[in-house]
C-alpha cells in the first residue's frame, strides 16, 4: 500500500505541467519614460520644411565649391538658419604624419577680434604671482588646494589652464585627468609660464580670445575663430592669424604640400573650402 502511494505522487509530479517563466516586458519608449526620437545616438526626425531646408543649403553649398575666404564668410552668413549666435570654426588640414612625435603640431594664436565668448582661466601659482593673476582678471588662482579639486571631485569648470614653471611639479600629478581633455599645461602651447615673463599679459591674451590648436591623429587642426555675428573683416582677420601661426609651425621635416585644404564653418551649416 505505501508502495502503491508513492508511486501515485510520484506519476503526479510528472504529469503535472509546469508553468512556462514569464516573458521580459517589453521595453518601449513609453516604459522607459524617453520620446520617440530621442533615442541616443538617434537624430530627431526631421520634417518636410526643414529636410527641403537642409538640401537646399548643401546645394548652394556645393554648386559653389572651393571659394575665397571672403565669399565662404558671406555664403556663411545667408545660410544661416539656427536662432543663436552659431560659432565659426576652422578647420586645416596638413600634410604630416601624425605618427612622427617631431610632426604633431601645437600652439597658440592670440586672436585679433577674440572667440566671442568668456573664456574661463585657471592659473596655479604661487607667492606675489597669486595677487598678479587675481588682478589680471583670471578666474580661478591656487596651488595645492585646485589641485586636490580637481583630483577629488573630478572639477573641470573652466577652459583654459596656466602653470608658473616653478608649479608644474605639482600639475604634473594631473596629467591623467588634464591630458585627455587638451587642458594640460605645457610650453609648446604657451600655457606655461616662466620666470621671466609677464604672467598678466599672458592671462590677458587668454581672456581676450588666445586659442590653442593641436594636431589629430589625421592631421588635422581644428579651432573656433568667432561667432556668425561678427562683421565678415573680423572673421577673415581671425581666420587668416590662425593660418599664418600653423603655416609658422610647419615641421622642419615636412617635404611637399604642408597644408592640404582649409574649410570654414558654423555649428548648424556645412563646411565651406577656401583658398588662401
Not at 588662482?141 to 602653470?163: C, H, R, T, Y
Not at 602651447?189 to 586659442?211: L, M, P
Not at 594636431?215 to 587668416?240: C, E, Q, R, Y
Amino acid at each position: 500500500m505505501a508502495k502503491s502511494e508513492k508511486e501515485s505522487k510520484v506519476s503526479e509530479e510528472v504529469t503535472t505541467p509546469v508553468a512556462p517563466p514569464k516573458a521580459a516586458p517589453a521595453v518601449t519608449s513609453e516604459s522607459t519614460g524617453k520620446r520617440k526620437g530621442k533615442q541616443p545616438g538617434r537624430p530627431p526626425h526631421k520634417g518636410k520644411k526643414l529636410k527641403a531646408q537642409i538640401a537646399s543649403i548643401y546645394a548652394k553649398v556645393t554648386k559653389e565649391g572651393q571659394v575665397s575666404l571672403d565669399k565662404a564668410i558671406t555664403i556663411l552668413k545667408q545660410v544661416k538658419r539656427a536662432k543663436f549666435d552659431e560659432s565659426i570654426e576652422i578647420h586645416m588640414s596638413l600634410g604630416i604624419d601624425s605618427a612622427q612625435s617631431d610632426q604633431m603640431i601645437r600652439g597658440s594664436v592670440a586672436l585679433p577680434h577674440g572667440v566671442g565668448k568668456k573664456v574661463r582661466v585657471l592659473v596655479f601659482c604661487q607667492g606675489d604671482n597669486t595677487t598678479k593673476a587675481k588682478a589680471a582678471g583670471a578666474d580661478f588662482v591656487g596651488e595645492g588646494d585646485l589641485i586636490k579639486k580637481i583630483q577629488s571631485e573630478n572639477w573641470l569648470d573652466f577652459d583654459v589652464v596656466l602653470a608658473t614653471q616653478d608649479m608644474m611639479g605639482q600639475v604634473s600629478r594631473l596629467g591623467k585627468v588634464l591630458g585627455p581633455r587638451g587642458l594640460m599645461p605645457t610650453p609648446k602651447a604657451g600655457t606655461v609660464i616662466g620666470s621671466g615673463q609677464d604672467i598678466a599679459a599672458i592671462i590677458k591674451e587668454f581672456k581676450s580670445g588666445k586659442v590653442e590648436y593641436r594636431s589629430d591623429k589625421g592631421g588635422n587642426v581644428h579651432a573656433g575663430i568667432g561667432k556668425i555675428s561678427f562683421d565678415a573683416d573680423k572673421i577673415a582677420s581671425n581666420a587668416l592669424a590662425f593660418v599664418e601661426q600653423v603655416r609658422a609651425s610647419k615641421p622642419t621635416g615636412i617635404r611637399g604640400n604642408y597644408i592640404k585644404s582649409v574649410t570654414i564653418s558654423a555649428t548648424m551649416c556645412p563646411g565651406i573650402p577656401v583658398t588662401l
